[in-house]
C-alpha cells in the first residue's frame, strides 16, 4: 500500500517554472514506476512523464519534452516534476501515481497505476 501527496502547485506567468513534489509512504519505493499525469475539465487524465521502478528511466509525453524534467530521490520517498517554459496549454490538475511492474509500453496509462495522490492545481496565465 502506497500513499501520495501532491504538492507545490500554482500560478504561474507564462515562460515561468514551477517544481511539483510527490511524497510518498508506505511500500519500498524504489520498486515502484512513478508517473505524472495532467487532467483538464471534460478531458481524459493525459501522461505527462514517468520515472520507471528498479532503475529509474524517464519517459516524457512528446509534449513536455524539453521543458519538463521528472526525477526521484528514493532515500527521501519523493518524486519531482520540474516544470519549466509553463504555457497556458500547461494548466490543468496535477496527479502523481505509482505502480509496480510496469513496462515501458503501459506507463502513459493511467489505468496500470495502483496509487494517486489528491492532485494539484497549475495555472499559467498569459
Known amino acids: 500500500q502506497v500513499q501520495l501527496a501532491e504538492s507545490g502547485g500554482g500560478l504561474v506567468q507564462a515562460g515561468g517554472s514551477l517544481r511539483l513534489a510527490c511524497a510518498a509512504s508506505g511500500d519500498t519505493f524504489r520498486r515502484y514506476s512513478l508517473g505524472w499525469f495532467r487532467q483538464v475539465p471534460g478531458k481524459e487524465r493525459e501522461f505527462v512523464a514517468a520515472s520507471k521502478g528498479n532503475g529509474g528511466n524517464t519517459y516524457y509525453a512528446d509534449s513536455v519534452k524539453g521543458r519538463f524534467t521528472v526525477s526521484r530521490d528514493n532515500a527521501k520517498n519523493s518524486v519531482y516534476l520540474q516544470m519549466n517554459s509553463l504555457q497556458p496549454e500547461d494548466t490543468a490538475v496535477y496527479y502523481c501515481?505509482?505502480?509496480?511492474?510496469?513496462?515501458?509500453?503501459?506507463?502513459?496509462?493511467?489505468?496500470?497505476?495502483?496509487?494517486w495522490g489528491q492532485g494539484t492545481q497549475v495555472t499559467v496565465s498569459s
Open positions: 501515481a505509482a505502480g509496480q511492474r510496469l513496462i515501458v509500453t503501459t506507463l502513459g496509462r493511467p489505468s496500470a497505476y495502483d496509487y
